[in-house]
């Protein structure tokens, strides 16, 4: 499977941005979706993810309630969109797949978000 993450860019404290992973080749319906962010500095992290059969939601406590992961399954497309951003949210955002958060076997390219104060 492949994934192409897209969306990312520079905004301001409060704002907006949705951020997409198109997912293409040989996908499971048993798989999980998810984002993850590493900042400079800082080891990779998980934030959300989406069991895609399911639809169920899973998310880090720093995001919860500001950021919302979905999915598309005509377009095998994985969103998320983050409201309410801080600067600590700046931060490369990759988009994984596997079978569980713990072991992601395919990796987006990452996508730069970059929250100004």
């Known amino acids: 499977v492949q994934l192409q993450a897209s969306g990312g860019g520079l905004v301001q404290a409060g704002g907006s941005l949705r951020l997409s992973c198109a997912a293409s080749?040989?996908?499971?319906?048993?798989?999980?979706m998810g984002w993850f962010r590493q900042a400079p500095g800082k080891e990779r992290e998980f934030v959300a993810s989406?069991?895609?059969?399911?639809?169920?939601?899973f998310y880090a406590d720093s995001v919860r309630a500001r950021f919302t992961i979905s999915r598309d399954v005509a377009k095998n497309t994985v969103y998320l969109q983050m409201d309410s951003l801080k600067p600590e949210d700046t931060a490369v955002y990759y988009c994984?797949?596997?079978?569980?958060?713990?072991?992601?076997?395919?990796w987006g390219q990452g996508t730069q978000v970059t929250v100004s104060s």
């Open positions: 080749g040989r996908t499971f319906s048993s798989n999980i």
């Open positions: 994984a797949t596997g079978m569980s958060v713990a072991r992601m076997n395919a």
């Open positions: 989406i069991i895609w059969s399911v639809g169920d939601t």
